[in-house]
C-alpha cells in the first residue's frame, strides 16, 4: 500500500513539474537576438506534450507527419522555424539587343547576386519579369539550462532551442520546440 502510494506520488509530482515547465514555455515569448557574426537567431523553451495533447493541439504537425508516412506514436520532438527574407538590391539595368521573330529588339536586362540571394530580370516595355533565388541553412541546437545558485549549476531547469538562419537577409520571425512524452 505505501509503495503504491510513493509510485504515485513521484508520478504526480513529475506530472506537476512537467505541465509548470510548459506553462512557462507557452507564457514565454521567443528571444530574438543577433549573434556575435550579424546572423538572425531565436531561442525557445520546450513544450513537453502528450501524444494525446499534439494530437489535439497541433493538428499541422499530425498533418505533417501523416504526409510523410510516419506515426505520430512514432515522433520524438517537432520543431518548426519561420524566417523571412528581406534584399534591398540596387543594381544597374543594361540594355541587351535580342534577335526575336526575325526583329531586333531591345531588352533592358538587370543582375545582382551575393552568397545568399540572386536576382536577375528582364523588363520589357511595362512588364518587369524578376528571378528570385535565396538560399539559406537553418540550424537547432537543443540543450539543457542548469538551475543555479550563485556559481553553482546543478541539475536541469529547462530545455531551449536555439535557432541560428546562415543567410544574413534573413530574419527568423518564430520557433516553437515540442517534445513528447512517452
Known sequence: MLISVCATN?????EN??????NTSLMERADYYETEAGKSAASVQ???LTYSELERNY???C???HDLNIKVKRLQAAATTAT????????????????????????????????W??????????????DVVSCDT???IIHRVPKKFWFIKWGCKAIRQEVVSTNPHTKITYTEYIELKK
Open 59 to 61: 493538428q499541422d504537425v
Open 17 to 22: 513539474e512537467r505541465l509548470t515547465a510548459n
Open 10 to 14: 513521484k508520478k504526480l509530482t513529475s
Open 117 to 130: 540571394v540572386s536576382v536577375a530580370g528582364e523588363i520589357r516595355g511595362r512588364e518587369v519579369e524578376l
Open 63 to 65: 498533418q505533417t507527419a
Open 84 to 115: 523571412q527574407t528581406e534584399v534591398k538590391v540596387v543594381t544597374e539595368i543594361r540594355d541587351s539587343i535580342v534577335y526575336r521573330d526575325g526583329l531586333l529588339d531591345s531588352l533592358k536586362v538587370l543582375r545582382w547576386q551575393d552568397p
Open 46 to 48: 520546450k513544450l513537453e
Open 138 to 140: 537553418i540550424k537547432q
